[in-house]
């Protein structure tokens, strides 16, 4: 791969007049310590009111000045120890001058960076201590402390200065437990208007009262009390939303995934594996649906929000599609009994009408989804990663962008980026994996999400697969390259970035 030249002077120029100030060359080292922990002035352009504060943006904010701020999960740092970087939001939108790195040797953040824990594996959000300010939520899967079950989840706590107020570790309540961390969510599960905890293991889903947990070893969370789940069966992750109706109904419903067995579908075992099930003042799990069990597919994402404005929030899911590795994604509505209940799921990938691209074998079209409103126009939309896309002879990459409607997906003004399109800085090369990681946040304050894609596989100068993460910006036409941000772990202190993959891992 050639040597990338992602800014250079005349494009910092471009980048300030459009609004999204990315001083990379002036971006030093990151501190190490509490200094690294309070983000630097956001300046006068910060200080512009950004539009009123939805759920979704409350939850994103650390520093509570208003703006959703972006966490990235780096748990290759370290020989895999792991880290995240989080990167301020403002009216200017971010900057590595506007971030912070947490370790597990950040001061106050509980535990010792190790070689294999891969902190950072899984990040998430939310007010776990009930202060007003949004606290980050890092999985450690595979963190091993002597006489524990593998796995622990940390929560560092927000604040008006940043994530400067240390954090606590949580770890697995039983001792046939493993992998806890694996993921985790932040909702309201009782529906008594109090958000809380939940916690997803290889095999268990575990959820906290509202009580802020202590990480003392006195908080003792609650398991499904229809473990509906099979025996066999390895969860990757948990989603929370309104599946069976608005907000107002109280509580939230719940989506785990992963795969049973092998994975691989065969002979009847493995395949992927996703279900739902209603939260509420009764048997957690007891009202469930398994959507999809031991198909020879794989849910390798998932998100949710709501596509046709209807008051339910929706599921979207990326998938391995058979054999060839071109990939889907299918979009499961919600309703008033829940997921699956109302209008049939569709499917969508690069053969369909209005769907720019064109199905490939391994392209991995839904490697990774992400769903917000770019436009502003109370429609979630869609960003697909699709990152073995052909680009210019050879598998760079790319992100398609499909947008909502009042009739579910449209097939009108969908997009498509990558690094060979006009305004996206850098050039598509084989094996960059443009699209490996998206994320939807509105980090500006202007009602509408921006798009940070990320390329896994980007080389900085000779260091290979140290990854990079570009910041398209929302209209109300849809994502635009006017002033299109970048940057890459080198820009937050990061070094011995080889395959350090920076951007593999985004909130969800």
Not at 156 to 169: N, R
Request: no cysteine; net charge negative.
């Amino acid at each position: 791969m050639r040597q990338r030249t992602l800014v250079t002077a005349a494009t910092l120029t471009a980048l300030a007049a459009g609004g999204l100030v990315v001083p990379l060359a002036a971006a030093g080292p990151a501190a190490a310590g509490p200094a690294a922990a309070e983000p630097a002035a956001a300046g006068p352009a910060a200080a512009t009111t950004p539009s009123p504060q939805d759920e979704k943006t409350a939850r994103e904010d650390f520093n509570g000045d208003g703006y959703a701020d972006v966490a990235i999960g780096v748990p290759e740092a370290g020989g895999k120890a792991g880290a995240v970087v989080v990167t301020y939001g403002s009216a200017s939108g971010v900057s590595p001058s506007r971030s912070v790195r947490v370790t597990q040797d950040t001061a106050g953040v509980p535990g010792v960076a190790e070689a294999g824990d891969q902190f950072g594996e899984n990040v998430t959000s939310g007010d776990v201590n009930h202060d007003g300010y949004a606290d980050l939520i890092v999985g450690a899967p595979h963190e091993k402390v002597d006489g524990k079950p593998d796995g622990s989840l940390s929560i560092v706590w927000g604040g008006a200065k940043g994530l400067t107020s240390g954090g606590i570790a949580l770890g697995a309540p039983t001792a046939e437990d493993r992998n806890f961390g694996e993921g985790a969510s932040f909702s309201d599960l009782d529906g008594d208007g109090t958000a809380q905890l939940q916690v997803v293991s290889g095999r268990h889903f575990w959820w906290y009262s509202e009580v802020p947990p202590q990480g003392d070893g006195s908080d003792v969370p609650l398991p499904l009390e229809d473990d509906f789940l099979p025996d066999d069966v390895q969860l990757d992750g948990v989603a929370a939303g309104h599946f069976s109706g608005g907000s107002g109904n109280g509580n939230s419903d719940y989506v785990v995934y992963g795969k049973r067995g092998s994975g691989d579908g065969a002979g009847g075992g493995g395949g992927d594996y996703l279900a739902t099930f209603r939260g509420g003042p009764g048997d957690i799990g007891y009202h469930h649906d398994v959507l999809s069990d031991g198909g020879a597919g794989t849910t390798r994402s998932v998100a949710a929000g709501d596509i046709d404005k209807d008051g339910a929030t929706d599921l979207v899911t990326g998938e391995q599609a058979g054999g060839d590795g071109s990939g889907s994604v299918t979009v499961w509505w919600g309703a008033p009994g829940g997921l699956g209940t109302g209008r049939e799921p569709v499917g969508y990938d690069q053969t369909d009408a209005g769907v720019p691209g064109t199905a490939e074998d391994g392209d991995r079209f839904g490697a990774d989804v992400s769903v917000g409103d770019v436009t502003g126009d109370g429609y979630a939309d869609i960003a697909v990663g699709v990152p073995s896309e052909v680009v210019r002879g050879t598998d760079a990459g790319a992100v398609v962008l499909l947008k909502g409607s009042a009739d579910g997906v449209s097939a009108t003004g969908a997009q498509l980026f990558h690094q060979e399109t006009t305004g996206v800085p850098g050039a598509a090369e084989d094996g960059d994996r443009f699209g490996s990681g998206v994320h939807l946040a509105d980090i500006d304050g202007d009602g509408r999400a921006d798009l940070f894609a990320a390329a896994e596989g980007e080389d900085i100068g000779t260091v290979t697969d140290a990854g990079a993460v570009w910041v398209l910006r929302g209209a109300s036409s849809g994502l635009t390259t006017s002033g299109v941000a970048s940057f890459d772990a080198t820009d937050f202190g990061f070094t011995g970035a080889a395959g350090l993959r920076f951007g593999e891992v985004f909130d969800h």
